[in-house]
């Protein structure tokens, strides 16, 4: 069974002295207690970027480094956005791509979220592609039919050999800092329909995780019962003991026993 996958999305929290407060204590608390078989990234805002990777590299800390979003060209005038090849200079080696957040509030449509798509795994960099549904979606019964869409819209002609650096986050959008929760079955009835859609482009085996109202006392429930392989935490990635309480569930978790 692969590794399962943390992802902490801190979203537009943290100056970069509360950053490197976190990432320190990330990095004590693993310490006292290593996590083997969990592959754990912190996402921070660009502003922190500089100061947690190089925290990171400094003090070993076994973790990788994420952004919140690119911009999907090389360079030019883009006032205000960033290049992968930025990030990669400060080793950056993950991207979140079409977060929930920015599909709503930033107008970024599908066609934008594949251009961006391709421009973070051709750089070699790993991709965190977001997908979900909007409570009227659900309760109208079309959650399967709208993420299957979202994903053949990202996925679909995607050169075989970048496959490897994608995974899926399936975010119910209305179990986003609602601190409703999907149940586990949902979880597990998405999950189980995503893998389908996947393995119908050709891309099987890649990492499916949760992200909604993830937190310390839901974690080894979902782990277990929604057959998830890791999570995109929001809120609860904003402190080192929740955050960690998390991973040590899904690393409680890798021996099989879901």
Known sequence: MKKPLVVGNWKMNLDYVEALHLVQQVGVMLKNKPVEHVD??????????????????????????????????????????????????????????????????????DDVVVATLRQVVRNGVRAVLCVGEVLEVRDEGGENDFVKAQLVSALKGLDPKYHELVSVAYEPIWAIGTGRNATSEQVADMTTHIRSVLAGLAMPGIHVLYGGSVNAENAGTLMAEGRVDGFLVGGASLKAESFLSIVQSCNDCYDGKR
């Open 40 to 109: 754990v990234v912190l996402v921070p805002p660009f502003v922190d970027l500089r100061s947690v990777t190089s925290i990171v590299e400094s003090e070993r800390i076994p973790v990788g480094v994420g952004a919140q979003h690119v911009n999907a060209n090389d360079a030019g005038a883009h006032t205000g956005e960033v290049s992968v090849a930025m990030l990669k200079r400060l080793n950056v080696g993950w991207v979140i791509v079409g977060h929930s957040e920015r599909r709503a509030a930033y107008a970024m449509s």
